[in-house]
């Protein structure tokens, strides 16, 4: 996604975004879940519109918090449904709520969803787009690649004189990792 670094810089949605949160590692599985969900809310729109809709999403799915999601029933889709500032898109939100039951299983199987993403890498593209299809649902070739770049996991998110990458570095993304084989 060179072409991101050449845009989003000085942007007041995009460059905040790539400037601080694109491409840099993290583990905490609620951020993890927003950034699953947001990935899944962008598949066939603009990310632009996903994060012009960001917060109002954070507040309309209670922060992400997976085991709040994970209890929602008819009446919070319904909720979801009627709410004019989110993405209103019954099979996005069907597979958001989904998703979180699904990570509540891995966390006694693996853990943690991070400790899942961590013992599968490292992947090929096309193995971890396999896998999350059989553990999650609404999983296509993009949202699977947008997340895993998002998280540091993929490669890709920057080039290499952007200033976020040079940043991102240091943090020691798990691409970097060359030692696995």
């Known amino acids: 996604m060179s072409w991101y670094c050449d845009v989003a810089p000085g942007h007041p949605f995009h460059g905040p975004y790539h400037d601080c949160e694109y491409g840099v590692p993290i583990a905490d599985e609620q951020a993890l879940f927003e950034r699953l969900a947001l990935e899944i809310f962008q598949a066939g729109l603009s990310w632009l519109i996903v994060l012009k809709k960001r917060d109002a999403l954070v507040a309309a799915f209670d922060g992400f918090e997976v085991d709040r999601v994970a209890l929602y029933g008819a009446a919070e889709r319904d909720r979801l449904m009627g709410d004019a ?57 993009e949202v699977v690649n947008e997340f895993l770049m998002s998280i540091g996991f993929l490669p890709g998110a920057h080039r290499e004189d952007c200033p976020a990458f040079a940043r991102i570095l240091p943090l020691q993304p798990a691409w970097l990792d060359e030692s696995k084989p």
């Open 85 to 141: 500032c989110i993405i209103r898109n019954g099979r996005k939100i069907d597979a958001v709520i989904e998703n979180a039951r699904r990570l509540q299983a891995l966390r006694g199987s693996h853990g943690s969803f991070s400790a899942w993403i961590r013992q599968h890498h490292p992947r090929a593209k096309d193995d971890w787009v396999k896998l999350f299809k059989q553990t999650f649902v609404f999983m296509g070739v």
